[in-house]
Each structure stands twice: as C-alpha cells, then as structure tokens.
C-alpha cells in the first residue's frame, strides 16, 4: 500500500530576506538624508560662527552712546571748513545793506535736537548767501522731504557712529552687489579716517543676520577690487536703532562709514 508523499513547503527564508532588504534600504536612505542635512547645514553653522565673531568684536570694541555721539560730532568738525563767527547786530538797529562783495562769510552752528535714548540728532544751518551777479530775491523754503533726508542723514551717521560716506541698497531676496553699484561718488576723502561696512540686524534673527552678513562681504569684496585705495575694510553687524526698525529698506542696506582713527 502506497502513501503519499507530502511536502511542506517553509517560507520563512523568504521572509528573512525580504526583511533584510528593506532594512538595508532604509539605512541607506537615512544615510543619504544625513549626508544631505550636513551639507545643508555646514554653511549655516559657518554664518552663525561668523556673526557670533562679530557681536563679540562688537562688544569688545564698542563704545558708549556719547562717546559715538563725540566722535560724530568730532568728524563733522573736521570735515567742515572753519569760519569766523560774524557778529550779530545790535537790538534795535539794523545792518546796512553792502554791496554783494561784503557779505559775511558763512558760518555752520551745530545745534543739538532733543534725542531718542539711543540716537543722537544735530541740524546744520547754513545761512543764505546771495551771489554779487545775480539780483536779490527770496529763496524758496525747503521741502518736507528735503528736510526729512536731511535728518534721516544726521540719524545714520551719530547711530553708525561715524559719516556715511556712500550706501548700497539691496533688494529683497538680492544679496549680490550689481556691477553699476560699485562706484564711490566724488568725496573729499580725509587723512586719519578708516573706513567701515556696516549693515543692520536684529541681533535675535539668524536669518536676518545672515542675509546681513552675505550682503556686508558681497560689497566688501566689489569694493576691494574696484578702490583697493580705501585698504583693509572692516565689517560689522549692528542692531537698528529703535526708531529704524520699521524702515525695510535699511535692512537690506549697506553703509560705508567713515571713522577717525
């Protein structure tokens, strides 16, 4: 009598292999995932050390707010001719009109506005002059505006701590400098003077100070090719003033400033 003869089949080899290749297949994407977020982030790690280089240089070489507010006000000094003072009238009696030849030389007051905490502000007046071959007549008055560039001008230069020089406005999501931005417009360049890039930052925004920072080597470098006389350019990442925080347009600028030595 015959009986017959059966086989059992084991698939758990196959399990196991299977197993196993999936296994192996996920190593080597989290593998690849690891190499990919290293790579990504070695850049970002190198900026951070960048900015955290400067806070630390910045606050081992900063100054105070009225020792930023003297030497300010020491540059303007120095970069405006000096003149004699021309005496005032006596009250009650009035100056004789002269010919145009005359006239007194011009003389610049520093007059200091009230400040914000951080910021210093001083208005220049220059007093109207009238050329000897053109007829007497009213000047018109300065426009809000003018006024206006004016004083933002004053505010940048006491909040940087020195003259702005020249800026270069970058747009959104821009970070190289364009190849017609490059040129210095004509400046009395002085003796003693070294010259800084400086840009604004919140110190809390990674991502703004790094955008800062790109922008901040992108002049330096267009700069260091284009005027290698302006020497060895300092960087510098500085927090807004209170009362610049809300203008965009200066946190995606650049400033040249120029610093008595």
């Known amino acids: ?4 003869l059966k086989e059992e089949t084991n698939y758990w080899p196959g399990y ?18 690891t190499v990919g ?22 606050m081992l070489e ?3 707010g009225q020792q930023r507010q003297d030497k300010a006000q020491q540059i ?7 003149t004699s003072p021309s005496p005032k009238p006596e009250s009650g009696t009035q100056t004789p009109a002269g010919p145009a030849s005359e006239l007194p030389e011009p003389d610049l007051r520093l007059e200091p506005a009230p400040m914000p905490p951080r910021v210093a502000e001083i208005r220049i007046k220059r007093p109207q002059v009238v050329a000897a071959s053109q007829p007497e ?13 004016a004083t933002t001008q004053q505010r940048l ?5 020195g003259t702005v020089v020249t800026q270069f406005a970058f747009g959104i999501n821009e970070y190289d400098l364009p190849p017609n931005a490059a040129v210095l417009p004509a400046w009395p360049w002085p003796q003693g003077v070294s010259y800084q890039l400086i840009a604004l930052a919140e110190s809390g925004n990674q991502r703004l100070s790094r955008e800062a920072f ?10 260091s090719q284009k005027m290698p006389q302006l020497g060895p350019l300092q960087v510098r990442i500085l927090p807004p003033p209170p009362d610049m925080t809300a203008q965009d347009e200066w946190m995606r600028t650049v400033f040249l400033v120029a610093k008595p030595q």
């Open 1 to 4: 009598m015959s009986s017959a």
């Open 16 to 33: 196991v292999d299977a197993l196993i290749n999936v296994l192996l297949n996920l190593l080597f994407l989290v593998g690849i995932f």
């Open 37 to 58: 977020l290293v790579t990504l982030n070695s850049q970002a790690l190198i900026l951070q050390k960048a900015a955290a280089q400067l806070q630390v240089t910045e």
């Open 62 to 64: 900063g100054s105070s």
């Open 76 to 82: 303007l000094l120095d970069m405006t001719p000096k």
């Open 137 to 149: 007549r009213a000047l018109p008055a300065a426009s809000p505006e003018a006024e206006g560039a």
């Open 157 to 161: 230069n006491l909040a940087l701590g």
């Open 214 to 223: 790109f922008r901040v080597m992108s002049v330096r470098t267009a700069l």
